[in-house]
C-alpha cells in the first residue's frame, strides 16, 4: 500500500535499500580483444548478484533476459550458494558470543541482522553448522565505505577491540566445555596471530 511512498526513500540511501531488494553489480568484463579498431566478435560480463530469502533464481534470469531483451545476449549463472537457514539464537555460540560482546559493551545490544554482504558462513550453515559472523569493533563510517573499494583499510588500534571479545567468547566456551581444549587453544593462538600481527592493516 505504501510501496510508492516506501521505495524512493529507500533509494537515496543505497546501502539500506540492499536490504530490501535484489542486487546486481558488474565486477568484469571482458572481450580478449587487443586491437583498437575492431569490434570484438564477443564479450563477457560478469555479474555479482544477491536475491532475497526466497527468491527464485529462475524467475530473477528471466527478469534480466526480459529486460535485455535481446537475443544475442546469453546469461549463464557460474557459481550459486545454496539455500540454507539462518542459525538459531538458541545455539550456545550464539550465547557465548553474546555475552563476550556484552562485557565489552556493557551498553550494547546483540541483534541478529540481514546483510546484503556474502560470507563464508553459509558453506557451513548447508551442511548444519551453526555460524555467526561478526566484527566486534566499533569503527568509523569512512572506514566501512573503503570494504572491498579503493583504498580499503581499518585503523590498526581497533583490532585488539575484537581480538579480546573473541578470547572472552573462546574462554566461555571452554568454561562451559562447548570446546574442546586443544582446538581451543589453536583457535586463540590463531586469533592472536591473526589480531595482533595482520600487515593487511595500516593506522
Same mark, same amino acid.
Given at each position: 500500500? +505504501? #510501496?510508492? =511512498? =516506501? &521505495?524512493? *526513500?529507500?533509494?537515496? *540511501? !543505497?546501502?539500506? +535499500?540492499?536490504?530490501?531488494?535484489?542486487?546486481?553489480?558488474?565486477?568484469? =568484463?571482458?572481450?580478449?580483444? %587487443?586491437?583498437?579498431?575492431?569490434?570484438?566478435?564477443?564479450?563477457?560480463?560478469?555479474? %555479482?548478484?544477491?536475491?532475497? !530469502?526466497?527468491?527464485?533464481? %529462475?524467475?530473477?534470469? &528471466?527478469?534480466? *533476459?526480459?529486460?535485455?531483451?535481446?537475443?544475442? &545476449?546469453?546469461i549463464s549463472v557460474i557459481y550459486e550458494m545454496p539455500e540454507? #537457514?539462518?542459525?538459531?539464537?538458541?545455539?550456545? +555460540?550464539? #550465547?557465548?558470543l553474546n555475552n563476550a560482546i556484552a562485557k565489552a559493551h556493557p551498553d550494547g545490544h546483540v541483534l541478529k541482522m540481514f546483510s546484503p554482504n556474502f560470507n563464508d558462513t553459509g558453506i557451513f550453515r548447508v551442511k548444519g553448522v551453526p555460524a555467526f559472523s561478526t566484527i566486534p569493533v566499533q569503527i568509523d563510517l569512512k572506514y566501512l565505505r573503503t570494504i572491498h573499494s579503493y583504498n580499503e583499510r =581499518?585503523?590498526?588500534?581497533?583490532?585488539? *577491540?575484537? #581480538?579480546?571479545?573473541?578470547?572472552?567468547?573462546?574462554?566461555?566456551c571452554l568454561h562451559n566445555n562447548t570446546l574442546k581444549l586443544t582446538w581451543d587453544c589453536e583457535l586463540l593462538i590463531l586469533f592472536n596471530k591473526c589480531f595482533s600481527h595482520s600487515n593487511s592493516f595500516r593506522n
Open positions: 500500500m +505504501f #510501496k510508492w =511512498i =516506501i &521505495v524512493p *526513500q529507500l533509494r537515496k *540511501q !543505497p546501502k539500506l +535499500f540492499a536490504l530490501f531488494s535484489n542486487t546486481i553489480t558488474l565486477t568484469s =568484463i571482458s572481450c580478449n580483444n %587487443d586491437i583498437i579498431n575492431s569490434i570484438p566478435n564477443t564479450t563477457t560480463a560478469i555479474l %555479482d548478484c544477491r536475491l532475497l !530469502p526466497e527468491e527464485s533464481r %529462475d524467475d530473477f534470469l &528471466v527478469e534480466i *533476459q526480459n529486460k535485455i531483451n535481446n537475443e544475442l &545476449v546469453k540454507f #537457514k539462518a542459525s538459531t539464537e538458541e545455539s550456545i +555460540f550464539y #550465547k557465548h =581499518i585503523p590498526r588500534g581497533i583490532l585488539n *577491540q575484537g #581480538k579480546n571479545i573473541y578470547v572472552d567468547f573462546l574462554k566461555n
